[in-house]
């Protein structure tokens, strides 16, 4: 008994004090805001090069359909003298966020990996380059369902009526679609990370299927249009799959660390 007491004391001088945590916290957030504002730049850069070709090429498509036919019209219009340049600022911004994503994913991971033992912290690696590629795939999803959606929503305008998209409120739609789903797929990371910090365990993940597969799906309903639930499905599939992967990683660790204890408190007996 005596090595877990001591095992015990030595955990407790390692906590970090509140204050503490709230200055790593403020070194962790301006980290973030720098790489941030660095991917702002060039996102900038980005904008012009082919962003916004890039963005307004799913609204092009539909207007290439409808030549030649009786549908209705199709086209983006920028109703203010200062619009554009908002709008400008806006997707770099939003490409800023995106460009700077491993960053901030590593800033948020180095700011919780205190709560891991020393054994548990050779995950932290395996976290990150996890993390990455599911944002990045999220967005790509978002970005993939995008035309679908564009042609969807454009298809109940009446014959012989004009759409004119307004600027601002269809590049919203576009960015938050992308940067929500990208999100979105990051968070089953979050909870394999939780329960190696011994915050949620895998019973707690799996007695809470219901209502996450419920968030999921209101998620993506929100997320796209309610009419399009090709695209709702397309999106919510994946992400209830990595919701149960996390739950099958979050199992196999919750026995490893169950055999492990039972080891060590049986030896310190």
Aim: hydrophobic share 55%; charged share 15%; glycine share 6%.
């Amino acid at each position: 008994m005596t090595a877990v007491k001591d095992r015990g004391e030595k955990n407790r001088e390692k906590r970090m004090s509140l204050g503490a945590h709230l200055v790593e916290l403020r070194k962790r957030l301006f980290r973030s805001a720098i790489a941030i504002v660095v991917g702002m730049a060039v996102g900038w850069w980005l904008t012009d090069a082919f962003v916004w070709q890039a963005i307004q090429e799913p609204v092009n498509l539909v207007v290439e359909a409808q030549q030649g036919t009786d549908a209705a019209s199709t086209g983006i219009i920028f109703p203010t003298i200062s619009s554009a340049f908002d709008l400008r600022l806006q997707i770099a911004f939003t490409l800023g966020i995106v460009v700077s994503a491993p960053v901030w994913l590593y800033q948020i991971f180095a700011f919780l990996v205190p709560g891991l033992n020393t054994r548990e912290r050779k995950y932290t690696f395996a976290f990150f380059a996890t993390a990455i590629p599911l944002f990045f795939a999220g967005c790509a999803a978002g970005w993939f369902v995008l035309p679908n959606i564009v042609k969807l929503m454009t298809g109940f305008v009446p014959e012989g009526a004009e759409t004119l998209l307004t600027a601002k409120e269809y590049i919203d739609f576009v960015l938050k679609l992308v940067v929500a789903i990208g999100i979105a797929f990051v968070v089953p990371v979050f909870i394999v990370l939780l329960n190696f910090a011994g915050i949620l365990s895998a019973a707690g993940i799996i007695k809470s299927w219901r209502i996450a597969v419920l968030v999921i799906v209101l998620f993506t309903a929100f997320a796209t249009p309610s009419a399009d639930v090709v695209s709702m499905f397309m999106l919510a599939i994946p992400m209830i799959g990595l919701y149960f992967a996390a739950y099958g990683i979050a199992y196999l660790h919750d026995r490893r660390v169950a055999k492990r204890n039972q080891l060590e408190f049986g030896d310190a007996v």
